[in-house]
């Protein structure tokens, strides 16, 4: 199992690399100068040395080892003593955002929360309301419930989340007027009534979030209690006298979730990168959201960094997954 | 899951590559009582798509918006660019069945031509990423040379954030494109390369594991043996049976290319205002939502029936192309 993990590791760490080297170059080689909005008065020698001050001036690779530094290194060190308050922020040059001068790390920092709790637990309710439909839709082959579910499921994952959105926002606040259409971050939780209100604006949004990911996550589930459902091992379940909750619940669903849970862990990333859209149709100012109004901005270095924390999202979560794999499915490990 | 650097299966059982090509002469004893005539394997294809009461529906749909799309500017001769500014934000009536926007453009001609860019961009991206995926594929797996680097660029690929990517592409190369090809034609051409090439990996994942199993099979080691050509091996006889799983991924290819250009139109960063898109309209009537939801509803229901309906018809076709069920 270790050699397993760290063979796992060898081959993540060189992709987080050249992902990284990408997402660079892409945006290095971009058009557009970011001095070019400065006015015209400004002496040429002065703008060069503004050029300069952005680390402008200097060959390619040098601009990308240094960038991978603070990136890899001087960013998180601050985000961790931002958010714990230890002295451990090195000194030195930090990735600025061109649209606020502000370090990139800070306004992610403040970005992350929304985005958790909106993205969170829109997976979460995604995942307990699709468990249950699979097994039972698996369980129940061809019934109503399974047609339906079936249907449901595709309909689901067809309709994209941004006409999802604005039909919730149509029907429960334009119509109904039950909850805000719009997702008020500056709203602290103090008490039950202000408690109410966050539940009351994060519904909807979660609720986009959770049906595509059900339905999705769905699908896997009944597809993989239905192979285990017929194997051998089954039979002789219910051939000892086992209960049948014993056999479904026990025997079956426990094998039947290795591939789920493998799936689950990587979705995580397409979740966070999905949110993208959830976010600008309900008005959450999380990551996805600083992403789009930075490309907007061509606020390059925050595209940057946030295009670059996706990436190690989508490299750690697959990681994850093959190490869970590992672990749930000793056959796999082929050590 | 994602692990390419497994070793291809040896020979998995793989009963849904169909017989090889030359089919076989009926004159072995088993086939005695078979004397129907020899029948092309797409009949039977057809014949298992067609009791798929889903996949049918979903090609029912699928036609009608193609047709309404395509023969539909011609009976609904309204210019979808005409501004009237008198006629603005008009419910349904018979001089617009879909109402009117804010400065008076008839919905259902913006709805048709929307339509036909969308669908256009979703089948030309199917087709661009399936090609690529194609040939990487039958490349990484028929050349044991090649195998591991495409395959080493697909997994990475695969790690790539895609959303935000397309997002940085589209917002990088928009200016430089349309200088070359125009406004339009360079958006379009920019969106389709685009959203082609974050697309063709599963393609190529599948098409590599078919193409390791086929070329062990004796009918290669036959055309081998007489002396053809790698490049006709593959173009004569592993590509003809690596059909099926590529024919079902480029239906789910264009759902996905679908939803993608509009999540991009979406989000501000697909086509140009003045050039209606499916996605572009419900963004642009995303203002109105409150006063008139129907500017929302039309092009999102247009665009998830599209998506229903050809995902639909890639469920049917799996089945259908599948030997174990077909025949059953």
């Given amino acids: 199992m270790f050699t397993y993990t760290l063979r796992r590791l060898a081959f993540a760490v060189p992709t987080v690399l050249v992902i990284s080297l990408i997402v660079f170059l892409m945006l290095d080689m971009a058009p557009g100068d970011p001095t070019a909005s400065l006015p015209l ?34 960013e998180p060190l601050h985000m961790i003593a931002a958010a714990t308050g230890w002295d451990i922020a090195p000194a030195g040059p930090r990735i600025l955002s061109w649209q606020t001068r502000s370090p990139v790390g800070d306004i992610i920092i403040q970005r992350i929360p929304q985005t958790l709790w909106v993205v969170g637990l829109g997976y979460l309710f995604g995942i307990l309301i699709a468990v249950p439909i699979g097994v039972i839709s698996a369980y129940k082959q061809y019934s109503w419930f399974d047609q339906i579910g079936t249907f449901v499921s595709m309909v689901g994952f067809s309709v994209p989340t941004f006409f999802t959105g604005v ?43 959770a049906l595509f990911n059900a339905s999705q996550i769905s699908r896997f589930m009944r597809a993989s209690m239905l192979d285990n459902l017929n194997q051998d091992y089954v039979r002789t379940a219910r051939a000892k006298g086992l209960r049948e909750q014993t056999v479904v619940l ?85 050590d | 899951m994602t692990d390419a650097s497994m070793p291809p299966p040896a020979a998995p059982p ?19 009582h078979d004397l129907r005539p020899p029948r092309n394997q797409w009949w039977d294809v057809w014949d298992q798509f067609k009791t798929h009461k889903g996949a049918m529906a979903g090609m029912l749909v699928f036609v009608s918006i193609i047709l309404f799309v395509t023969v539909g500017p011609w009976i609904w001769q309204v210019d979808p660019g005409l501004i009237d500014i008198r006629s603005r934000n008009l419910g349904s009536s018979w001089t617009h069945p879909m109402g009117t926007d804010q400065l008076g453009r008839d919905l259902l001609a913006r709805m048709m031509y929307g339509g036909r860019v969308s669908v256009a961009v979703g089948l030309m991206a199917m087709l661009l990423g399936i090609v690529l995926g194609t040939l990487i594929g039958v490349l990484a797996g028929y050349f044991k040379l090649l195998d591991a680097p495409l395959m080493r660029t697909t997994d990475l690929f695969l790690a790539l954030p895609l959303l935000p990517l397309l997002l940085i592409l589209v917002a990088l190369f928009r200016d430089v494109l349309e200088g070359v090809f125009g406004q339009a034609m360079g958006v379009f051409t920019l969106i389709v390369v685009a959203i082609a090439i974050t697309s063709w990996m599963q393609t190529a994942r599948i098409v590599r594991g078919d193409v390791l199993a086929l070329k062990e099979r004796e009918f290669v080691l036959a055309a081998r043996s007489i002396g053809t050509p790698s490049r006709r091996i593959n173009t004569r006889h592993i590509l003809p049976n690596v059909m099926s799983p590529i024919m079902v991924s480029a239906t789910l290819g264009i759902a996905s290319a679908i939803i993608t250009e509009s999540a991009l139109s979406f989000l501000g960063l697909g086509f140009p205002p003045d050039f209606p898109t499916w996605g572009r309209i419900l963004y642009d009537g995303r203002d109105w939502i409150e006063q008139y939801p129907a500017r929302v509803v039309w092009p999102g229901v247009f665009i998830s029936l599209t998506v229903l309906s050809v995902n639909f018809i890639g469920d049917g076709l799996r089945d259908a192309l599948d030997p174990r069920i077909r025949g059953r």
Avoid: C
């Fill in chain 2, 14 to 32: 793989k009963p849904s590559a169909p017989p090889p090509p030359p089919s076989r002469p009926p004159s072995s004893a088993d086939d005695v």
């Fill in chain 1, 250 to 334: 026990v025997h079956v669903l426990r094998n039947s979730m290795i591939p789920v849970v493998t799936v689950i862990a990587i979705g995580i990333p397409t979740v966070f990168t999905g949110a993208i859209i959830t976010e600008q149709i309900f008005r959450v100012n999380g990551l996805g959201d600083a992403l789009i109004r930075a490309i907007y901005v061509s606020d390059w270095p925050m595209v940057q960094t946030i295009t670059f924390i996706f990436a190690i999202l989508i490299v750690l979560f697959n990681l994850i997954a093959d190490v869970l794999y590992g672990i749930l499915d000793p056959r796999i490990r082929y």
């Fill in chain 1, 167 to 209: 039909v919730f926002i149509l029907i429960f606040s334009v119509w109904l007027g039950w909850f805000p259409s719009m997702y008020d971050t500056t709203l602290r939780v103090t008490d039950w009534d202000s408690f109410m209100r966050q539940v009351r604006q994060i519904v909807m949004p979660v609720a986009v979030l």
């Fill in chain 1, 41 to 74: 008065t400004i002496p040429p020698e002065v703008r060069e040395q503004i050029r300069a001050a952005l680390g402008l001036g200097e060959p390619v690779i040098v601009r990308y080892f240094r960038w991978l530094q603070m990136m890899a290194v001087t």
